[in-house]
């Protein structure tokens, strides 16, 4: 199955939208998992029966579209611990490679960096009913259990004359 060959020939707005970056960003990423590829020339089992533009559009639409591992499996014909396998082994490479290394927690500490902070704390009020109201709503409807066992003696004392 190759997918990426389906989506070469949709627009740049339709290849971020159904991606979720552009092509410069998906071709660079390619490029920086090919060299790796190239570089360590460790064969690790059987290859792979998908391209590596394939490998990569897969890693995308599992973060863009939240699939499982299931489904991803169904659409590029693997099975589901394949695709995670290829998942996992297509982030490690990318985070090694320093270009898509998010901060760490200290830089997320650093204060300096935050000027202000705004809280939007307005109310909207919810109509919501009372539960007293509720309960004896509920309870009018219900039949009383005591009245249908009366009525149901009274039935059968008429029918069999018991008295």
Known sequence: MNNYAALKKVSNTKFRRYTGVTRFVFDFCVLLI????????????????????????????YYRENRTFFHLGVSYGLNESNVYRTIIKLEDILIQSGYFKLDGK?????????????????????????????????LSVLPNKNENIAAKRNVIRTKYNLS
């Open 106 to 138: 200290k830089a997320l500490l650093d204060d300096k960096k935050i000027k202000g902070i705004i809280v939007d704390v307005t109310e909207t009020p919810a109509q919501r009913p009372k539960k007293k109201d509720v309960i004896s709503e509920i």
């Open 34 to 61: 090919r060299a790796y590829f190239e570089q360590t020339k460790i064969k690790e089992g059987r290859p792979s029966n998908l391209s590596i533009e394939d490998q990569v559009l897969m890693l995308f639409e």
